[in-house]
T-cell receptor, first 115, second 112 residues
Framework: ELKVEQNPLFLSMQEGKNYTIYCNYS?????LYWYRQDPGKSLESLFV?????AVKQEGRLMASLDTKARLSTLHITAAVHDLSATYFCAVGHREWSGATNKLIFGTGTLLAVQP | DGGITQSPKYLFRKEGQNVTLSCEQNLNHDAMYWYRQDPGQGLRLIYYSQIVNDFQKGDIAEGYSVSREKKESFPLTVTSAQKNPTAFYLC???????????FGDGTRLSIL
């Protein structure tokens, strides 16, 4: 069974600092996504990573994927208050029979950027 | 504008009552999904559909039912068998199962 673990679960950081959120998953997968959720709101797609070594960047956020280590990272550079949100990784899961195709979500990382 | 519309935004359920949450998309997506989110937790998959007239159970399907009679619509019924229905319910869709899922704004369901 595919399991997805994120750490840390909660991250309080000061503006201007750098930090990394980690997403580990337990079995092989062909795709990994990062989403952002503001309190009480829906999920916004940030990145999709489809191959080993893939790196995507948007503004102060950069995501990478190491399929051999089954690890993705979301790096935050020079954090600003607007980045405060919960960040989820989600890993694609397809059973051998092809009968099931779904995403398994991590528990999320609550990021609070303090002025 | 294309998007996913969930309604209602807030819903209250009485004991023993079935309630239906609506999800409509005009993105021409084949795949649609229902998730449940409890406070401070990630999303758990309830049901999903990869094509019209076909759907599959997710990880927590007990106490829920769905239909997919039209490509644009994927309603979720929370039955009286679901003993702990209070949660935030999110509907999503994607072009195919491999593509990025796009989410609606959610329905918050509470018990009266």
């Amino acid at each position: 069974e595919l399991k997805v673990e994120q750490n840390p679960l909660f991250l309080s950081m000061q503006e201007g600092k750098n930090y990394t959120i980690y997403c580990n998953y337990s079995t092989t997968s062909d795709r990994l996504y990062w989403y952002r959720q503001d309190p009480g709101k829906s999920l916004e797609s940030l990145f999709v990573l489809l191959s080993n070594g893939a790196v995507k960047q948007e503004g102060r956020l950069m995501a990478s994927l190491d399929t051999k280590a089954r690890l993705s990272t979301l790096h935050i550079t020079a954090a600003v208050h607007d980045l405060s949100a919960t960040y989820f990784c989600a890993v694609g899961h397809r059973e051998w029979s092809g009968a099931t195709n779904k995403l398994i979500f991590g528990t999320g990382t609550l990021l609070a950027v303090q002025p | 504008d294309g998007g996913i519309t969930q309604s209602p935004k807030y819903l209250f359920r009485k004991e023993g009552q079935n309630v239906t949450l609506s999800c409509e998309q005009n993105l021409n997506h084949d795949a649609m999904y229902w998730y449940r989110q409890d406070p401070g937790q990630g999303l758990r998959l309830i049901y999903y559909s990869q094509i019209v007239n076909d759907f599959q159970k997710g990880d927590i399907a007990e106490g829920y039912s769905v239909s997919r009679e039209k490509k644009e619509s994927f309603p979720l019924t929370v039955t009286s068998a679901q003993k702990n229905p209070t949660a935030f319910y999110l509907c999503a869709s994607s072009t195919t199962y491999r593509e990025t899922q796009h989410f609606g704004d959610g329905t918050r369901l509470s018990i009266l």
